[in-house]
């Protein structure tokens, strides 16, 4: 319950401040204790906690009041958690759609369902850079908007982590949703999706859910790699997709991979993905990254000297969210010590952060021999021991999740000839780590280490 009240809260706070500042300063918070009046709110690290104290106190405590808890006091302390995982902060219902509008609710014995219409308002076409590698996804996501349901039906987008996929395909739902009220635009995360088909079949409300699903006008899919392995759930997918395709309605999916790196998606599906624009989303050069930390620090009402803009866009080059956080980290320190954010400013405050670019694909695997004690040439070599697998796959997923290499890269770093080898093992990992502590362990010491 508690849990729940934090959730709305945060919900209702990432509506009223930009994305960037909530996800440096809000992300990995939890409540701890609601007791005698005094609330208690976990926090990662002191530079938060005193950030929250100074800057954003009134807010919370505005916002626990909306939702009816006025404790006298909020305390903020130190905690250590296990972060949220990005899916979850980025997609997930609680956090990012409380306050979105509900489009019909379903009450299953006392169980109240509700469906949201899951759009971020923040994201629009207007505060997305365009540039080399996201311009060809960024146009057929325009044209839809032209001509929904024609050309780029279904639109496949396909990329790395934090490039700009979830807000380019919110963009066209809120479009939508701008020029037409009305008009049924679903945006649903993966996640999201196969909770609430688990939930339609232990309610035995199956029909409801796909009745809701099928009668959109639009429907946006975030990351459905997710649906891999999800056998009833393709199938669910699979009906929805034929309904809306028949009734010519526009159907958008995301992914991290094409549909042919989804282990275990049905054939039938893969080729219903096909039907029609399969289009890969690239991390933005130099230009586009230098363009996106002016746009976002503009939005801050903070204008940038050029050479600080450069120095971030260099610092972080794979991932927007990363470098939308570390613009953030610099701008809310020269706001705490009133400084002017210069390149000396920035360069003492971020660069121990300059290294993980340096990281190469051949020091993974030497990190990850090395922690598991196996020499380099076992981990390249045929065997197929379990304590050889293992960290072969490990140093895979690792590739997969800091480098972003692409399958057949890992396969060959490896010395795989198999591409599929890299996708079974990469999907093995992130199952693991959910449950499996030796490897989650594993995992974020080779990680600590590379970067040390
Ligand atoms: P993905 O879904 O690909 O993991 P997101 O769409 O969540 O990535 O993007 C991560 C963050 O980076 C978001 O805050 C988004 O607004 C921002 N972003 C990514 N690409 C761009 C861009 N081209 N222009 C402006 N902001 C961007
Ligand atoms: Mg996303």
Redesign the pocket.
């Known amino acids: 319950m508690q849990d729940g009240l934090w959730q709305a809260v945060l919900g209702e706070i990432e509506l009223s401040i930009s994305?960037?500042s909530y996800l440096t300063w809000f992300k990995n918070t939890r409540l701890l204790r609601q007791k005698d009046n005094v609330l208690v709110v976990g926090v990662p690290n002191v530079f938060i906690k005193h950030q929250l104290e100074s800057k954003y106190s009134q807010l919370v405590v505005d916002v626990l009041s909306k939702n009816g808890v006025n404790p006298e006091k909020v305390e903020y302390k130190i905690h250590s958690f296990t972060p949220i995982p990005d899916n979850e902060v980025?997609d997930g219902p609680l956090v990012n759609l409380t306050n979105q509008a509900v489009r019909t609710q379903t009450t299953t014995g006392g169980l109240t369902h509700t469906y949201r219409q899951g759009l971020n308002e923040r994201?629009t076409f207007e505060?997305?850079?365009?540039?080399s590698g996201?311009e060809l996804a960024y146009a057929a996501c325009q044209a839809i908007t032209q001509l929904p349901g024609d050309k780029y039906n279904p639109l496949y987008l396909y990329?790395g982590?934090?490039?700009?996929?979830?807000?380019?395909i919110q963009a066209v739902g809120n479009s939508f949703k701008n020029a037409d009220p009305n008009l049924g635009v679903v945006y649903i995360s993966t996640e999201q999706f196969v909770q609430e088909f688990v939930d339609a079949l232990r309610f035995k409300k199956t029909s409801e859910f796909s009745k809701h699903y099928r009668s959109a006008d639009v429907l946006i899919v975030?990351d459905i790699q997710f649906i891999a392995g999800k056998e009833k759930m393709q199938e669910e997918f699979f009906h929805t997709f034929n309904a809306l395709y028949q009734a010519n309605k526009q159907i958008i999916v995301?992914s991290d991979r094409t549909p042919g790196e989804i282990p275990t998606l049905e054939d039938r599906l893969r080729s219903r993905f096909a039907w029609g624009m399969t289009i890969d989303m690239q991390t933005?050069d130099f230009e586009?990254r230098c363009a996106?930390v002016q746009?976002?620090s503009l939005s801050h009402g903070v204008s940038l000297p050029i050479d600080v803009v450069e120095f971030l866009s260099g610092l972080v080059q794979s991932n927007?969210?990363e470098l939308?956080g570390v613009l953030n980290q610099l701008l809310a320190f020269c706001e705490m010590r009133e400084l002017d954010p210069s390149l000396a400013v920035a360069t003492s405050l971020l660069n121990s952060k300059s290294q993980p670019r340096h990281v190469s694909p051949r020091q993974v695997v030497d990190r990850t021999a090395r922690h598991f004690q196996i020499s380099v040439d076992e981990i390249l070599g045929p065997k197929r021991d379990k304590d050889i697998v293992v960290p072969r796959q490990v140093a895979m997923y690792i590739l997969r999740s800091e480098l972003h290499l692409s399958f057949p890269k890992i396969a060959r770093e490896l010395g795989r000839k198999d591409h599929t080898t890299a996708i079974h093992s990469i999907d093995k990992i992130e199952k693991e780590l959910a449950f499996d502590n030796i490897i989650k362990s594993a995992v974020t010491e080779i990680k600590e280490r590379l970067y040390a």
Do not use: C, M, Q, W
């Open positions: 994305r960037a980025d994201y505060n997305f850079v365009v540039g996201n990329g982590v934090g490039i700009g996929k979830t807000h380019l975030d995301s933005p586009t996106i746009t976002k927007v969210r939308e």
